[in-house]
């Protein structure tokens, strides 16, 4: 069974440096979503892609955030000039298109 | 825009015993879905049960249903038998119907503790 992976679970970085996950979807999903969550929060969605089109993007989404889908199978999320605030973990999830989404196990950044 | 509520930070339960946990929501679609999802400690989330909004009948997965209000915009989750592993956070969330959205609103969370 080849859920949702995410890579690499557990980031530690400097302030200011750039930071890249990555995601793999499960293989027939068309659809990927990033979500961020904070210690004892519920996720907040990041931004989501259909196939390689990125279809929407939340505020929260700062210009130091971008995400890609480049050939429709993994995404990566690259966070540049980390600041502590972007701490938390990230989650990516995949679904076929209008069903229900499953999640990986998450990247927890911590930022130093 | 959607919100969704859980009112509960807490709740605790005896192990065979049965717990409700609450959520509310609030939107102006007719159309769209609700979720429960788990998340045991350090460990990823899991979707423990969905309902559809145009369905009246209650969903229900073994031991885990959902009581369905639709005009009073609540969707509470019902653990039957308790068990030391359904002791998680427990998410309620929101997605619009149509393809043309995507994204899930969660709530706050529920922590359930099991107690033996």
């Known amino acids: 069974d080849t859920g949702v992976s995410q890579n690499p679970r557990h980031k530690i970085t400097k302030r200011g440096q750039n930071v890249t996950f990555r995601c793999d979807p499960i293989s027939e999903h068309n659809r990927l979503y990033w979500y961020r969550q904070t210690l004892g929060q519920g996720p907040e969605f990041l931004t989501y892609?259909?196939?390689?089109?990125?279809?929407?993007k939340s505020r929260l989404l700062s210009d130091r955030f971008s995400a890609e889908r480049p050939k429709g199978s993994f995404s990566t999320l690259e966070i540049q000039r980390t600041e502590q605030g972007d701490s938390a973990m990230y989650l990516c999830?995949?679904?076929?298109?209008?069903?229900?989404?499953?999640f990986g196990p998450g990247t927890r950044l911590t930022v130093l | 825009a959607q919100t969704v509520t859980q009112s509960q930070p807490e709740m605790s339960v005896q192990e065979a015993e049965t717990v409700t946990l609450s959520c509310t929501y609030d939107?102006?679609?007719?159309?769209?879905?609700l979720f429960w999802y788990k998340q045991p400690p350090s460990r990823q989330m899991i979707l423990v049960i969905r309902q559809e909004a145009y369905k009246q009948q209650n969903a229900t997965e073994n031991r885990f249903s959902v009581n369905f209000q639709k005009a009073a915009k609540s969707f509470s989750l019902k653990i039957s038998d308790s068990q030391l592993g359904d002791a998680a956070m427990y998410f309620c969330a929101y997605r619009a119907g149509g393809t043309s959205y995507g994204k899930l609103t969660f709530g706050q969370g529920t922590i359930l503790t099991v107690h033996p």
């Open positions: 892609f259909q196939n390689e089109a990125q279809l929407e």
């Open positions: 999830a995949s679904s076929p298109i209008t069903d229900t989404q499953y």
């Open positions: 939107t102006s679609e007719s159309d769209y879905y």
